[in-house]
């Protein structure tokens, strides 16, 4: 884990993470904004003679003019500000999200990185399934010369430094966002912002439909008129190659549900459960980790890459499940 440095101030409700010390049950916003009170400002650069280096820059703190550490810059390079991406986190995602609370938040390595971190307001536990997921939004803006600003959501909680990787490539896969710092990374990054929020609040949605689904118990009927949607036979002829192949998908799902290889951990048969046990296989088993239940890969498709494909077989069963 690398060292934390004098200047580095960062709270956090896992004490390891902390540079005070002190252990929080929750991180106060307004306590932890003094960690961005500053900018970040591009300097020109001299040589030992004292004479300006063409296009080479380099950062420092506005509040004191501390040298920030990181590798040269040049002149295309145009710092996102800490301090504004925490206040829009905090005055206007936060509010909009009942129950998200700051976990992490400060700056790391001499100020050349600011880490924000708030979790959602509940874990997506569903009945039947033992293993919950929290959600969080994740920002990493590493001032270092090197690295891209990072916003999204991810499932990687932040114990040590070595983890902020992790915590980047998850929200990045995630359906999240990662912008150089040129002239328009400000610009970006507002937007960006806004786009997480409304993934956010989508994400809240599908959380308690998902809950809902889960009461509601799974019959016969319902399954026959759900997979007769998703893998309609009767869009075939008869003895079709087609229709042999929607058979045998159909033929699939039924397996999972009956063997319980959707998840371990899934106890009883719903339309939750039979949402998994159609959207299961459409996830690589290559790009998934051991540890990867299936609440976490179904809702996790929900706002990813397969969105599209996943929110349509959702909006089947719940449309089914709720007729019935």
Avoid at 186 to 215: C, G, T, V, Y
């Amino acid at each position: 884990m690398k060292a934390l440095t004098e200047t580095d101030l960062c709270f956090s409700t896992n004490r390891i993470f902390n540079s005070d010390g002190i252990k929080r049950d929750f991180v106060d916003p307004s306590e932890a904004r003094r960690a961005f009170e500053f900018e970040i400002v591009r300097k020109q650069s001299f040589d030992e003679s004292g004479r300006p280096i063409p296009g080479q820059y380099h950062l420092r703190k506005s509040t004191d003019d501390s040298f920030i550490p990181s590798v040269g810059v040049g002149g295309r390079f145009t710092p996102v500000q800490h301090l504004d991406a925490y206040d829009f986190i905090v005055n206007e995602i936060m509010p909009r999200v009942p129950g998200m609370e700051l976990e992490t938040a400060g700056t790391l390595y001499g100020s050349g990185m600011g880490i924000v971190m708030a979790k959602m307001g509940a874990d997506f536990k569903i009945p039947g399934d033992d293993s919950p997921n929290a959600k969080r939004l994740f920002f990493s803006n590493p001032c270092n010369g090197r690295g891209s600003v990072v916003v999204g959501m991810t499932t990687v909680r932040l114990f040590c430094q070595n983890q902020i990787a992790a915590a980047r490539r998850d929200a990045v896969g995630n359906g999240g966002f990662s912008v150089m710092h040129t002239k328009n990374a400000n610009f970006l990054m507002a937007s960006f912002l806004k786009s997480i929020e409304l993934q956010i609040r989508m994400a809240e949605e599908i959380r308690h439909r998902s809950e809902r689904l889960a009461d509601i118990s799974l019959s016969e009927g319902l399954a026959k008129r759900v997979l007769d949607r998703v893998y309609p036979t009767n869009a075939y002829e008869p003895g079709t190659r087609g229709e042999t192949h929607a058979k045998n998908l159909q033929d699939e799902v039924y397996m999972q549900i009956e063997g319980g290889e959707t998840a371990m951990t899934m106890k009883t048969k719903t339309a939750w459960s039979l949402f998994n046990s159609i959207t299961y296989p459409i996830f690589n088993p290559s790009n998934m980790r051991s540890s990867t239940d299936s609440a976490d890969i179904s809702y996790r498709g929900m706002d990813g890459s397969i969105s599209k494909r996943v929110t349509k077989i959702f909006n089947i069963v719940e449309s089914e499940a709720l007729a019935s």
